[in-house]
């Protein structure tokens, strides 16, 4: 059973605007993070998976967009990065996630699954999204989606909340 800790915070169902092929400039959002999250879940959409549910939380835990496609249920974290030039200090975004933010978004798919049950095998990606940044705003650059990128399981052993 899923604790109290656990009890989800509802926040409306997104998905991709009618034309996935829209722009959107990220100071109408006021975020760029956001922007970045827009632009993983339209690229997700156009590589032919069906966006679930974005931003779910789970007590102060979080998971950016759940999608599936034929075979997976996927918990994807975004990290965005803005460049200035091509050398960043920073690295690239994915190495933004580390050990305890993987936690925190395996304990939500957890919890997600359980609240759920699904019966297509649960994975957890990270998907890059690189702006450029120029005097009128940021434009996507490129996105890479990294899949599996947790490794591992979801469940310290294979649970029966879903079917393989």
Known sequence: MILDFFKRKK???TSPP???????HPNQLGDVGQ??????????????????E???????????IIAENERY?????????????????????????NAKKKNNVRSAARA???????????????IEVYLNKSPDGYSLKSINHI????GGQIFPSQQRNYRK
């Open 11 to 13: 926040k409306p169902v």
């Open 18 to 24: 009618p034309d996935p092929r829209a722009r959107i």
């Open 35 to 52: 922007y970045g999250e827009d632009k993983a879940a339209e690229y997700l959409f156009l590589h032919g998976y069906k966006i679930i």
């Open 54 to 64: 974005r931003n779910i939380k789970y007590g102060k835990l979080e998971i950016d």
């Open 73 to 97: 249920l996927v918990f994807a974290e975004v990290k965005t990065r803005t460049f200035y030039s091509d050398d960043s200090k920073y690295g690239p975004p994915s190495a933004a996630v």
């Open 112 to 126: 997600y699954l359980n609240e759920r049950g699904y019966d297509k095998k649960p994975r957890l990606d990270i």
């Open 147 to 150: 899949e599996g990128a947790f």
